[in-house]
């Protein structure tokens, strides 16, 4: 392997290996493609002008007031919240009943089965959202908060659904095996023994569910209406009237919202290793 010997005095020499440098400012590198968009978001929050700059001219805090100013923001919000709720919830019920049947039973179509319930994460987003806008708009579901959360049951399930098949497999079935032989019924087997087993991987399922709901705009796109929006349609409109230092406040928000809940878990739960 290629190395470096840079001099340490004295007459010894360090040797580093070559691949180690690389690595070093490949890391750098990720690093700073991940953090410079939002270092420079969270920058042009606070400055004084009326339109976005960075670095910011002058400090303020006057655009987070004015995120409350703009009506439509919060009732955004709220239909965000609570479509990313409900289908999280449905992508973590209906989720584990499908990785439980697919790593338990053994039946004809069950490695297609596997695959098709993966499918949304591979086909373009647009085709599915027209997709779903076509059924929602027969089924009258269109332009509701119903239709939205089950359209987003779309997206989600797959990430609820792998990661919770992933913890099934991990379990050894010998155990229920023993649970039921003590004459516990199927449901206690589940309560008792799977359900604790897997709970890292349920965790972790609608952690990744709610995080695609709430930020999702394609699928929300076909959706949403006059009289409902959720809060990336509102902030995508926002937008089309101009860059104003509001955007990068409603953005600071919603990053240090975001980086305080990964904090709670990972001292809670341990988030790194659930993912």
Known sequence: MATIAPSTGGGRRLRVPFFSVFATLGLLAILLVLLAPQIV??????????????????????????????????????????????????????????????????????????????????????????????????????????????AHVVITFPYVFRSVLVSVQAVDPALEEAAASLRANPWQVFARVTLPAIRPGLLAGSIFAFIVSFDDLIVSLFLTGPRIKTLPIVVFGYTTDGLDPVIAAISTVLIVAASILVLILEKTFGFSRLV
């Open 41 to 150: 978001v969270i920058g042009a929050a606070f400055t004084e002008t009326r339109y976005m700059t960075f670095p910011p001219e002058g400090f303020t805090t006057a655009w987070f007031g004015r995120v409350l100013e703009y009506r439509p923001f919060l009732p955004a919000l709220e239909t965000s919240l609570r479509a990313a709720a409900g289908a999280t919830l449905l992508s973590l019920l209906l989720g584990t009943m499908a990785a439980l049947a697919v790593a338990r039973y053994r039946f004809p179509g069950r490695a297609f089965l596997n695959l098709f319930f993966l499918s949304p994460l591979v086909l373009p987003t647009i085709i599915i959202a027209f997709s779903i806008f076509e059924f929602m708009r027969l089924t009258e579901q269109a332009y509701t908060l119903r239709g939205i959360i089950l």
